[in-house]
C-alpha cells in the first residue's frame, strides 16, 4: 500500500484495537470456569461504563474546556465546576462523587497533537461491539471483510467505511443503538451467571 494509506484516524485504530480485545476475551468466555466468566463479564461491564460514560465525561469536559479557554485563562475554580458539570451530564445521579483531578492527570488532556482525544474510544468501542456481533453470528466472509475494512482506514472516514463494508449509515441512530444493544448485552449475560 502506498505508505500515505497507512496513516488513519484514531476512531479507526481503536476499532481495531477495542475488537480484538473483544475477541481475546469472546475466546476467553468461550474456555472459562465460572469464577473467571464472572471476572471477564465484570470487564465487559466496566468497559462498557468507561466507554459510554466515563469517555463522554472528557468529551464534554474538554469541549467546554477549549471553549472557554478560547476566550482566555481558565481558572482552577472554572474547571472543577466544568468536570462537575461533565460528570452530572453523563453520570447523574448514578452516583455520588466525581474524579475531581481527572483534567490533571489524564495524559490525553495534554496532547498538543490530537485535540479532543477521547470521543475516538467512544466510537471505536461502539463499532467494536458492531464488529463483535458479526463475528459471533459467523457472518460469512467476515474476516476477508475485515481485513478489507482495516486495508480501507488509511483512505476513507469512518462514515464511508462502516457504508462500504457492513451497508450501514452511521448518521442514523438505528446504528449506534445496536452498537449499544451489543454492549448491554453483556449486563444479561452477568445476570445469568449462578453467583
Known amino acids: 500500500m502506498p505508505s500515505i494509506q497507512t496513516e488513519f484516524p484514531m476512531s479507526l485504530a481503536e476499532i481495531a484495537s477495542t475488537f480484538n480485545e473483544a475477541v481475546l476475551r469472546e475466546y476467553i468466555k468461550k474456555n472459562a470456569d465460572e469464577n473467571l466468566l464472572f471476572d471477564i463479564l465484570w470487564q465487559e ?10 469517555i463522554s465525561v472528557r468529551y464534554s469536559f474538554e469541549t467546554d474546556f477549549i471553549k472557554a479557554r478560547s476566550k482566555g485563562l481558565v481558572t482552577p475554580q472554572e474547571a472543577k465546576e466544568m468536570i462537575k458539570n461533565a460528570w452530572q451530564k453523563w453520570y447523574g445521579d448514578s452516583t455520588q462523587d466525581m474524579e475531581e483531578f481527572l ?17 475516538p474510544y467512544t466510537v471505536g468501542y461502539l463499532i467494536s461491539q458492531f464488529l463483535i456481533e458479526k463475528f459471533r453470528s459467523k457472518e460469512p466472509n467476515f474476516f476477508e471483510i475485515y481485513k478489507s475494512f482495516l486495508r480501507d482506514t488509511g483512505k476513507m472516514s469512518v462514515d464511508d467505511i462502516i457504508k462500504k463494508h457492513f451497508d450501514k449509515d452511521i448518521k442514523n441512530s438505528e446504528f ?6 451489543g454492549a448491554l448485552g453483556y449486563v444479561e449475560e452477568f445476570k445469568g451467571l449462578d453467583k
Open 45 to 54: 461491564l466496566k468497559s462498557a461504563a468507561n466507554f459510554m460514560l466515563h
Open 103 to 119: 483534567p490533571y492527570f489524564k495524559l490525553h488532556f495534554y496532547k498538543t497533537d490530537q485535540y479532543i482525544y477521547n470521543y
Open 176 to 181: 449506534w443503538f445496536e452498537c449499544i444493544d
